[in-house]
C-alpha cells in the first residue's frame, strides 16, 4: 500500500465523500480531527466508530488496512475518485478534506443539449 498524499484527495467532487474516523474512545488526535470537521460552516459531516484492542474494527484497521495509530480516517467517494485513507494525526491531509468538503463539492453539469 502506498502512502497516502494530498494529491489523493480531489480538489473537487460532485457528493459529499462519507468519512470515517476510526479511533478509541479517548483519542486526543481523533478529538482534533473531529472539533476541526465540526467548526466548519456548515459542520464537515463524519461518522465516528469507537474501538476497542480486538474488536471487528480495530481488527479491520490493523489487519486489512495496516493500521497502528489513531485516528484512521477513511474517505470515501461516489465512485469518480478511489477511496482514501490515512493513519495518524495528518494536519495536511485534514486541511485537503475539510477545503474539499467545504469548498469542492460542486453540482454535475447536465451534459444534454
Not at 21 to 35: M, V
Amino acid at each position: 500500500m502506498s502512502p497516502t498524499t494530498m494529491a489523493d484527495v480531489p480538489k473537487t467532487a460532485h457528493e459529499m465523500p462519507e468519512i470515517t474516523i476510526y479511533g478509541p474512545e479517548f483519542c486526543p488526535n481523533c478529538t482534533q480531527a473531529t472539533n476541526l470537521f465540526d467548526r466548519q460552516s456548515p459542520p464537515v459531516p463524519y461518522t465516528k466508530v469507537d474501538i476497542e484492542p480486538g474488536d471487528v474494527n480495530h481488527r479491520f484497521i490493523t489487519e486489512k488496512l495496516g493500521y497502528s495509530q489513531a485516528p484512521v480516517i477513511v474517505v470515501a467517494f461516489d465512485g469518480a475518485h478511489r477511496d482514501v485513507h490515512w493513519g495518524g494525526h495528518r494536519m495536511d491531509m485534514l486541511m485537503a478534506l475539510t477545503r474539499l468538503c467545504t469548498k469542492g463539492i460542486v453540482a454535475e453539469v447536465d451534459q444534454q443539449s
